[in-house]
């Protein structure tokens, strides 16, 4: 059993170290284990408990609610929130109906109706997002397992590499050059192969390296390449990268570039942003900023 610090616990949940003691003081349902020099420790139960309170606390419910509810009660909070929390929650549900059943064929079949219907970005942004919040919702009341979650996001990434290949050979008048990456702590790559989907369809050029990229390895082989973009992204919350140093890292050694950088530990980050940096927070933003490109080109012309 997996254990965490207090700062761990901060980290993940978002609750400060100073506001969980407050807590734990005032109410008896949260009770760290401690260590035979009394320090305070977590186990994967409690995490799960924290993650709930902070997303019931998050929506308004008062701690002093929340601590009176019963496991089931919370969980059904978290539920209907996530009911609530989507105009395409029906179209949500269907798929979380196939992936609980390991039905590849259904959940195959109903995300290529959504793609059909309403076009892949759109499906990415309302429905696949959202899907993935609910997932990790679910894991944190304890419905599903982690086996899943890797189903229904390698179909994603199968949905996305199609699409992507279909957008090879389309180039530009206006292109521009991209090199997307992941730092060497970072595995979840579906925003970067959605972000290399969005780019090649705007008539982009990329180089796309994929994920847990050494910053050494990536300076040796691009140093002298001419490179418009740089973007990567570092989402995992609980493995921390060191923010400042990455940011500094590719300023100085691409200063004529555009670095682009999302992700939880970018924005959340008091990093100082080095002028050449653009920290962009949603999906929207990264769409908004290649459309800006192509539409600056059209303008200078």
Same mark, same amino acid.
């Given at each position: 059993?997996?254990?965490?610090?207090?700062?761990?616990?901060?980290?993940?949940?978002?609750?400060?170290?100073?506001?969980?003691?407050?807590?734990?003081?005032?109410?008896?349902?949260?009770?760290?284990?401690?260590?035979?020099?009394?320090?305070?420790?977590?186990?994967?139960?409690?995490?799960?408990?924290?993650?709930?309170?902070?997303?019931?606390?998050?929506?308004?419910?008062?701690?002093?609610?929340?601590?009176?509810?019963?496991?089931?009660?919370?969980?059904?909070?978290?539920?209907?929130?996530?009911?609530?929390?989507?105009?395409?929650?029906? /179209? #949500?549900?269907?798929?979380?109906? =196939?992936?609980?059943? &390991?039905?590849?064929?259904? %959940?195959?079949? @109903? !995300?290529?109706?959504?793609?059909?219907?309403?076009?892949?970005?759109?499906?990415?942004?309302?429905?696949?997002?959202?899907?993935?919040?609910?997932?990790?919702?679910?894991? /944190? #009341?304890?419905?599903?397992?982690? =086996?899943?979650?890797? &189903?229904?996001?390698?179909? %994603?990434?199968? @949905? !996305?590499?199609?699409?992507?290949?279909?957008?090879?050979?389309?180039?530009?008048?206006?292109?521009?050059?991209?090199?997307?990456?992941?730092?060497?702590?970072?595995?979840?790559?579906?925003?970067?192969?959605?972000?290399?989907?969005?780019?090649?369809?705007?008539?982009?050029?990329?180089?796309? !390296?994929?994920?847990?990229?050494?910053?050494?390895?990536?300076?040796?082989?691009?140093?002298?390449?001419?490179?418009?973009?740089?973007?990567?992204?570092?989402?995992?919350?609980?493995?921390?990268?060191?923010?400042?140093?990455?940011?500094?890292?590719?300023?100085?050694?691409?200063?004529?570039?555009?670095?682009?950088?999302?992700?939880?530990?970018?924005?959340?980050?008091?990093?100082?942003?080095?002028?050449?940096?653009?920290?962009?927070?949603?999906?929207?933003?990264?769409?908004?900023?290649?459309?800006?490109?192509?539409?600056?080109?059209?303008?200078?012309?």
């Amino acid at each position: 059993m997996a254990t965490f610090s207090i700062k761990d616990i901060e980290s993940l949940t978002g609750i400060k170290s100073h506001t969980l003691r407050i807590w734990e003081q005032r109410f008896s349902f949260i009770k760290p284990k401690r260590t035979e020099t009394n320090i305070r420790y977590y186990d994967d139960e409690d995490l799960k408990l924290l993650l709930n309170i902070s997303v019931l606390n998050n929506h308004n419910v008062k701690i002093s609610e929340i601590a009176k509810m019963t496991a089931s009660e919370m969980s059904n909070s978290i539920i209907k929130l996530s009911d609530s929390s989507s105009k395409f929650t029906h /179209q #949500i549900k269907d798929l979380i109906s =196939s992936m609980m059943s &390991f039905d590849e064929l259904g %959940f195959h079949s @109903k !995300l290529n109706e959504l793609i059909n219907d309403i076009g892949l970005e759109k499906t990415y942004i309302n429905i696949i997002l959202p899907f993935l919040t609910e997932v990790g919702m679910f894991w /944190q #009341i304890g419905t599903i397992q982690p =086996s899943h979650e890797h &189903f229904a996001t390698n179909i %994603f990434k199968q @949905k !996305l590499f199609c699409h992507i290949d279909n957008q090879i050979a389309n180039k530009g008048e206006c292109s521009k050059k991209f090199l997307l990456f992941l730092p060497e702590t970072e595995t979840h790559s579906l925003n970067l192969l959605f972000a290399n989907y969005i780019i090649r369809s705007r008539g982009h050029d990329v180089i796309f !390296l994929g994920q847990e990229v050494p910053l050494e390895d990536l300076k040796n082989a691009f140093k002298n390449e001419s490179l418009d973009y740089i973007f990567t992204v570092a989402t995992i919350s609980h493995l921390k990268i060191p923010v400042q140093e990455m940011l500094n890292f590719l300023s100085d050694n691409w200063p004529q570039t555009q670095i682009l950088v999302s992700g939880y530990q970018f924005i959340t980050s008091d990093a100082k942003i080095p002028s050449n940096v653009h920290v962009l927070k949603k999906p929207d933003d990264f769409i908004n900023f290649v459309n800006g490109i192509s539409a600056e080109f059209v303008r200078n012309s």
